[in-house]
T-cell receptor, first 113, second 113 residues
Framework: DQQVKQNSPSLSVQEGRISILNCDYT??????FLWYKKYPAEGPTFLIS?????DKNEDGRFTVFLNKSAKHLSLHIVPSQPGDSAVYFC????????????FGKGTTLSVSS | KAGVTQTPRYLIKTRGQQVTLSCSPI?????VSWYQQTPGQGLQFLFE???????NKGNFPGRFSGRQFSNSRSEMNVSTLELGDSALYLC????????????FGSGTRLTVV
């Protein structure tokens, strides 16, 4: 049973517009959430994270929003650029040492110029 | 500083054989985790090692094993390879094994024929 779900396998956006990637989770013990970006034949690269004590975190063009009551988080990319085209993974952990990162299955973002 | 290094990058093995993959973490990182990525299942946690001890294990058969050396380098072994073991195997290191500081390597692409 998937604890982290990314229900949209793909998303297409035009350059300069906003990209919104969504993620839902079921485990209320998760207290730390991360977004990773992955290009083919490379490992995931950390993008941005958020602790459960916050509801928003920004880093340049990337903002992550967390709605704990809905067990939902989203990644906003503004403005989107062609170089943002990649697979985006949402991940969650319980924050304790040794616990695994639980990943969603990813959303492939395509940004067209 | 050097990132997480995984060797080899690509590997082709025959069904029934065994394989060993290697991971050198970022200097100073004591935790190493292994993940399997397949198109259908996304990234799935295999196991995590900290100071030469396995602290956590995912839901994989006993054919998958690992170890960590005193210099924090880690190896994972898969015995009696099956076609379904074909995947990208990713190693991630972090200072202490919490979700906050994971850095991934580029992975080893294993193909079982």
């Amino acid at each position: 049973d998937q604890q982290v779900k990314q229900n949209s396998p793909s998303l297409s956006v035009q350059e300069g517009r906003i990209s919104i990637l969504n993620c839902d989770y079921t485990n209320s013990m998760f207290d730390y959430f991360l977004w990773y970006k992955k290009y083919p034949a490379e490992g995931p690269t950390f993008l941005i994270s958020i602790s459960s004590i916050k509801d928003k975190n920004e880093d340049g063009r990337f903002t992550v929003f967390l709605n704990k009551s809905a067990k939902h988080l989203s990644l906003h990319i503004v403005p989107s650029q062609p170089g943002d085209s990649a697979v985006y993974f949402c991940a969650a952990s319980e924050g304790q040492a040794g616990t695994a990162l639980i990943f969603g299955k990813g959303t492939t973002l395509s940004v067209s110029s | 500083k050097a990132g997480v290094t995984q060797t080899p990058r690509y590997l082709i093995k025959t069904r029934g054989q065994q394989v060993t993959l290697s991971c050198s973490p970022i200097s100073g990182h004591r935790s190493v985790s292994w993940y399997q990525q397949t198109p259908g299942q996304g990234l799935q946690f295999l196991f995590e090692y900290f100071s030469e001890t396995q602290r956590n294990k995912g839901n994989f058969p006993g054919r998958f094993s690992g170890r960590q050396f005193s210099n924090s380098r880690s190896e994972m072994n898969v015995s009696t390879l099956e076609l379904g073991d074909s995947a990208l195997y990713l190693c991630a290191s972090s200072p202490d094994g919490t979700g906050y500081g994971y850095t991934f390597g580029s992975g080893t692409r294993l193909t079982v024929v």
